[in-house]
């Protein structure tokens, strides 16, 4: 280890209610290297620069992948995550994909759990409406020039205090703007975390933003029909007959957060769930509310839609949080701050 961990106890003097979602530089993150096939041990530092190659495959052609994930404080003092094995599973599928070495979920969990321990002191404290945000990431590092795979790699996990993805605090009512531009082709890598999903949509989610509009909205980039996901979250519809619906694709993100939210509603709210393709102008009138949701995004309730040349409001209230919305939204995050009772398991405790 080259950084030396003081524990502190105190909490940073950080205006912790008026967070957004911006990085902040924390003391420690956590580093691994992969090189001759096998990762080394890891340790902290205390450096938020990475020295890479100019030649490293991740620069070139994107070959990284990242995960977000968060912490939170429960009133008792105890630091959760909110199902870290599945980030890690989806971390080692697009790792898979992109031909990179996988990160044995011990070294994930190690590396998660040492970033967030050394930076004790931003971690915001229950009650705050902050959380610290975890980002996970591997990258093909080492000289490489030709289109081929890195020989090397690094694990690294760092850590940021944040607020609400979205400008507004707490839960309140985003619009979305149906892209022109497509996110994923159908067999591309949609459905893997990886930065060159997000490379293709910044210009996506400034067009839409141009409009008004929070972020973009994709479909199916195959007909440009059926509902996909936005930029960087999973979206959720209750129809008006109480069905909780949510679009299968294989070029959308598998949300923890959606896949949550779906066990919630069937299991809290005895709500019949689908997930099925959903065809947004055919199926629009029969929408009484949407969301959209994610690890930075929680669950955003939608209040209108931008397509073909218009705005068209969601349900009955464009601007209201809707009721199953606002109950799921409830139950999630009671559950991830451990307010709630974790009857599935869900929440893993950091030892501190
Ligand atoms: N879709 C995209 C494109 C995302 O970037 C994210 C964020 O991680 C999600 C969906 C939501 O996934 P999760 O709930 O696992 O954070
Ligand atoms: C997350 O929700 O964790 C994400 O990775 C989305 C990102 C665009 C902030």
Redesign the pocket.
């Known amino acids: 280890m080259d950084a030396q961990v003081n524990m502190h106890t105190d909490k940073k003097a950080l205006d912790w209610a008026n967070l957004g979602f911006q990085y902040q530089r924390t003391d420690f993150r956590f580093t691994a290297n992969w090189e001759n096939g096998s990762w080394n041990e890891g340790r902290l530092t205390d450096s938020e620069c990475i020295v890479v190659h100019e030649g490293a495959p991740a620069l070139h052609y994107a070959q990284q992948c990242f995960e ?1 994930m968060k912490a939170q404080t429960a009133a008792d003092g105890r630091v959760l995550l909110f199902r870290p094995e ?2 890690s599973e ?1 971390m080692n599928l697009a790792a898979s994909r992109l031909l990179m070495p996988e990160v044995p979920q011990e070294l994930f969990f190690r590396g998660v759990e040492e970033a967030v321990r050394a930076n004790y002191s931003w971690i915001p404290p229950y009650g705050s409406g902050a959380s610290l945000y975890i980002r996970p990431m591997l990258i093909g590092v080492g000289e490489n020039l030709g289109l081929k795979p890195a020989q090397q790699f690094e694990f690294r996990v760092f850590v940021s205090p944040v607020g609400p993805y979205y400008k507004q605090a707490g839960l309140s009512v985003i619009s979305l703007a149906v892209s022109e531009v497509d996110r994923a082709a159908p067999n591309g890598t949609g459905s893997f ?1 990886v930065g060159a ?2 490379a293709g949509g910044l210009l996506a989610t400034k067009l839409a933003q141009e409009l008004g509009a929070n972020e973009a909205l994709y479909l199916d980039s195959a007909e440009g029909r059926y509902i996909d ?6 979206i959720l519809i209750v129809s008006k007959e109480g069905v909780l619906l949510t679009p299968k694709s294989n070029a ?7 896949r949550s939210i779906m066990i919630l509603a069937e299991d809290e709210l005895q709500m019949p769930t689908e997930e099925r393709a959903i065809d947004l102008r055919a199926e629009f009138p029969t929408f009484q509310e949407a969301a959209a ?5 929680v669950l955003s309730p939608i209040g209108k839609i931008w397509f073909d040349g218009q705005w068209h409001d969601v349900g009955d209230a464009g601007s209201v949080v809707g009721p199953v919305m606002q109950k799921l939204y409830d139950l999630l995050i009671g559950i991830q701050k451990g307010e709630l009772q974790d009857n599935h398991g869900w929440l893993h405790a950091v030892s501190i």
């Open positions: 977000g599945l980030n989806r975390k999903n997000y996901e936005a930029g960087s979250a999973n959308i993100l598998p949300s923890i957060t959606r949701c994610g690890t930075a995004a």
